[in-house]
């Protein structure tokens, strides 16, 4: 069974920063892409961010400049810097990955956490 578990979300000022974690887990063989998505109250799911196993990074045009995506292989995990935030970067932030496992290639999710950011 694969798990990913999030961290690292919360309340901060405009301004301020977060830093997220997702740690995937169980039997792993290996890990391609890992990336950050978000959804806003009444809005579509979007990708945020994405990192693929050789470390070429992706980014929605809204958070370059901000955020910044890293994986640590040895660790199955991977973070997001989130710093000048704004209000409308408030959202639940669900980490993604797609993952070989011992019995089978899939997209895994994790359960989200909480960001929201006040003027």
């Known amino acids: 069974q694969v798990q990913l578990v999030e961290s690292g979300g919360g309340l901060v000022q405009a301004g301020g920063s977060l830093r997220l974690s997702c740690a995937a887990s169980?039997?792993?063989?290996?890990?391609?892409?890992m990336g950050w998505y978000r959804q806003a109250p009444g809005k579509q799911r979007e990708l945020v961010a994405q990192?693929?196993?050789?470390?070429?990074?992706y980014y929605a045009d809204s958070v370059k400049g901000r955020f910044t995506i890293s994986r640590d292989n040895a660790k199955n995990t991977v973070y997001l810097q989130m710093n000048s935030l704004k209000p409308e970067d408030t959202a639940v932030y669900y980490c993604?990955?797609?993952?070989?496992?011992?019995?089978?290639?899939?997209?895994?999710w994790g359960q989200g956490t909480q960001v929201a950011v006040s003027s």
């Open positions: 169980g039997r792993i063989i290996s890990i391609n892409t």
């Open positions: 990192i693929i196993i050789g470390g070429t990074t």
């Open positions: 993604n990955a797609h993952i070989n496992s011992m019995t089978a290639a899939s997209s895994y």
